[in-house]
């Protein structure tokens, strides 16, 4: 069964340094998605991305942030200059074009040092 | 704002004891209401999607339900493989909203 990828599972990083974040989506999906999940708290919405561009963000969704579709794989999620609080386990996830629900990655657990 | 609270925040069970979880919502339009089993270190996998009120869903143990402010996940006689937590999320369907807003969850454990 198809399935989200994520790499890497675990990313440690200093405060103020960039780091990328990579994910495959499953091959025939259309719309994808990053998530964070801050230690014990809930599953939130960071962008997401259509049709080679942004169609939604959140507050969270800041200038420090970027998203890329770099080929027809890879979905990356770049953070310019980490901040602590940026420690979370980061999820994509992704979608066809026909149905609504969103199929999630296993994570990276970003630590911001 | 649309919100998702989640009750209760934890429940213990006995393997065979069937009970239910509460997924309460506010929501600037229904697109579609999910269910989704989070174990922990990994990410939620997909189990139920409701779209309408008095839709019903079945997989294994599990049974979700759906009213115009609620839904329910039914486990039926668990057991300890079910120990997870379940999270709610819906998505609006007003201004063609992508982000599905979580709740935080209900953390079971299915004891033998």
Redesign the interface.
Known sequence: EPEVTQTPSHQVTQMGQEVILRCVPISNHLYFYWYRQILGQKVEFLVSFYNNEISEKSEIFDDQFSVERPDGSNFTLKIRSTKLEDSAMYFCASRTGSTYEQYFGPGTRLTVT | EDQVTQSPEALRLQEGESSSLNCSYTVSGL??L?W?RQDP??????LF?LYSAGEEKEKERLKATLTKKESFLHITAPKPEDSATY?C?V?ASQGG?????????TKLTVNP
């Open positions: 697109r579609g999910f989704y270190g990994k990410g939620p996998e997909f999607t999270l999320a998505q909203s992508e982000k599905l807003v979580f709740g935080k969850g």
